[in-house]
């Protein structure tokens, strides 16, 4: 699986940003897919994950009630809109897929993923 993440770039804190993650692939319904981030000296951090419908979603603590994540299996894409965003959002951000059988619980651990895009960078400035 082939990802394609763009739609980074740079922002005032309490902007929005739409993050966007696009793949070729004829099975993309078939992944759970996430978003994650890195900021400079930091590691990997898990941002969100959707199910294969888009039925669940999970995210992680630090952006819950300002992020969503969603996805359009006939377009095979998957988003990542960013709100009230602030400084400490900066950072790369990467989509990633996973197979997993249906009913399994979302990961939420970059080592639980497969594929990788190859990261959007986002800079939210004070």
């Known amino acids: 699986v082939q990802l394609q993440a763009s739609g980074g770039g740079l922002v005032q804190a309490g902007g929005s940003l739409r993050l966007s993650c696009a793949t070729s692939d004829d099975t993309f319904s078939k992944y759970v897919m996430g978003w994650f981030r890195q900021a400079p000296g930091k590691e990997r951090e898990f941002v969100a994950a959707?199910?294969?419908?888009?039925?669940?979603?999970y995210y992680g603590d630090s952006v819950k009630g300002r992020f969503t994540i969603s996805r359009d299996n006939a377009k095979k894409m998957v988003y990542l809109q960013m709100n009230s965003l602030k400084p400490e959002d900066t950072a790369v951000y990467y989509c990633?897929?996973?197979?997993?059988?249906?009913?399994?619980?979302?990961?939420?651990?970059?080592?639980?993923?497969?594929?990788w895009g190859q990261g959007t960078l986002v800079t939210v400035s004070s």
């Open positions: 959707i199910s294969w419908g888009g039925i669940s979603t």
């Open positions: 990633a897929a996973t197979y997993l059988p249906r009913g399994s619980r979302l990961p939420f651990h970059p080592g639980d993923y497969d594929y």
